[in-house]
């Protein structure tokens, strides 16, 4: 194990064979996207079959990453793109009329003001309300012009939005996640933590165990932040719309910001969009997307995601082994986040207990030059909670949930081994600890801090640690 920050790779016609996906996925690709604002039930069920067939194949831990579309505004189908001309006005509505723009939001004219901004096409271009009728029509300014396509997204920062977090096709999408194995679900325009609520309350609801990743892409989701981490299970900066609907120079820091919490509250958070654009197209990439990588692994993100360039690029396994190779030398440098570590304290919740001995457990450590620290879980929160304080120490997690190792793979600083032999906790202890000999990843001599519950065949909270050295 030589790289603790994770790779997702967005799956699409260029990776979407077994071949490929078996490629990637040995070039270092940790979670598979599964993007349903362009994938077919049918076409996602034989990508998932592939991804399980692989994890066994080559006795790895994939985890697939279901991202549901969300309330997505777009205009509709033109037969040929529509010249928007600076200064000049243009309609929109939500009946398919001639001479307007059909718009799928069906509350448009009722939610939008006078002023109001509307951008298009990620804010390429900018209209302006000039009126509404406040039924199904809206006539706008053209403040920057150019060409609309058919099916551009449509952003109002200005706009209150009246569409639910779950739209009919997202909740057609979920019933489908919900019916297959897959470990985390995507919430798209999250606004706040009672979206991430209702989501979590369906997946209780079927007594599943989905985890919830919310993406954070709207200005509310910004000023509800604190609840919306408290609410989910892990946290994605999703530049792409975040930055449409944000001034784009205020996206850095909102970034920095959001690491910075989800790290303090043992959140796993995730980097998205443009990572590595121009290799979409091109065999190298930018030195501002390397540098961008970069700082995102500096910051400390569990995970670095990767979209067209690895759904519909040219170069996907030269652009999976960029960014591996970005990880590396980073982490490998004196700018590696267990070097500055944000979170040594013990935050003061319903379980101390635990958080105090995965924290110390990275402070001891890290004080006594140890290699790893072995968890053993049967939920992944004592694993997930001693990366969150990002010790310099690799983690091995241990535990007979397939589910909970697949779901560690987003995880920074983890490699998870299935376990189910220990009777003991001392059997335990010496076994995982022969595991890790036995694989090379550890060798005689090293000091090693294991993290278990006592006794073991309860399956309870952490509550023990020990520091050894393998033999």
Not at 111 to 136: F, I, Q, S, Y
Not at 139 to 158: D, E, H, I, M, Y
Not at 410 to 419: A, E, K, N, T
Request: proline residues 3%; hydrophobic residues 40%; aromatic residues 4%.
């Amino acid at each position: 194990m030589i790289r603790k920050t994770k790779i997702i790779a967005t799956i699409g016609p260029a990776t979407a064979s077994k071949e490929m996906l078996r490629k990637i996925i040995q070039k270092g690709v940790n979670v598979c996207r599964l993007n349903f604002s362009h994938l077919s039930h049918g076409v996602a069920k034989e990508i998932i079959a592939n991804i399980k067939e692989i994890n066994q194949e080559l006795h790895v831990h994939t985890a697939i990453l279901a991202d549901l579309q969300g309330p997505k505004i777009r205009v509709g189908k033109f037969e040929k793109p529509v010249k928007l001309t600076k200064g000049g006005e243009v309609i929109f509505s939500t009946k398919k009329k001639k001479n307007t723009i059909y718009i799928n939001y069906q509350n448009f004219a009722k939610d939008v003001k006078a002023k109001d901004r509307v951008l298009l096409d990620d804010g390429k271009l900018a209209l302006e309300v000039v009126r509404t009728n406040k039924k199904d029509t809206v006539v706008l300014k053209v403040v920057f012009g150019g060409l609309l396509q058919s099916r551009k997204g449509v952003n109002l920062p200005n706009t209150k939005i009246s569409l639910p977090c779950l739209t009919k096709k997202d909740k057609e999408d979920l019933t489908f996640v919900l019916s297959e194995k897959i470990e985390w679900v995507g919430l798209s325009f999250v606004r706040s933590a009672k979206d991430v609520s209702i989501l979590k309350k369906i997946i209780e609801k079927q007594k599943l165990h989905h985890k919830v990743i919310a993406k954070i892409e709207k200005p509310e989701a910004i000023k509800d932040i604190d609840a919306i981490i408290e609410a989910t299970d892990a946290i994605m900066v999703a530049r792409g719309d975040l930055g449409v609907e944000v001034p784009p120079h205020k996206v850095p820091v909102y970034q920095k910001m959001i690491v910075e919490k989800c790290i303090t509250q043992g959140r796993p958070v995730v980097i998205a969009t443009q990572m590595l654009e121009s290799m979409t197209e091109n065999p190298t990439a930018t030195r501002a997307e390397v540098n961008d990588v970069a700082n995102s692994v500096i910051d400390g993100a569990d995970a670095v995601m990767l979209s067209g360039e690895t759904s519909v690029g040219k170069h996907p396994l030269k652009v999976v082994d960029t960014m591996r190779k970005i990880i590396r030398d980073v982490e490998g440098s004196e700018h590696s986040i267990s070097n500055n570590r944000l979170n040594k304290s013990v935050l003061n919740d319903k379980r101390l207990l635990t958080n105090a001995i995965c924290s110390h457990a990275c402070d001891i450590a890290e004080n006594t030059k140890a290699k790893a620290i072995i968890t053993v879980t049967y939920s992944g929160f004592n694993t997930i909670k001693t990366s969150s304080y990002r010790p310099k120490a690799f983690i091995y997690a241990f535990t007979n949930n397939h589910t909970i190792l697949n779901t560690l793979s987003l995880v920074w600083g983890v490699r998870g081994f299935y376990y189910d032999r220990g009777t003991t906790t001392d059997q335990t202890i010496r076994e995982t600890k022969e595991i890790l000999r036995d694989g090379n990843f550890l060798k005689k001599g090293d000091l090693v801090v294991n993290l278990a519950s006592m006794p073991a065949q309860e399956k309870g909270m952490t509550n023990m640690m020990k520091i050894s050295k393998i033999k």
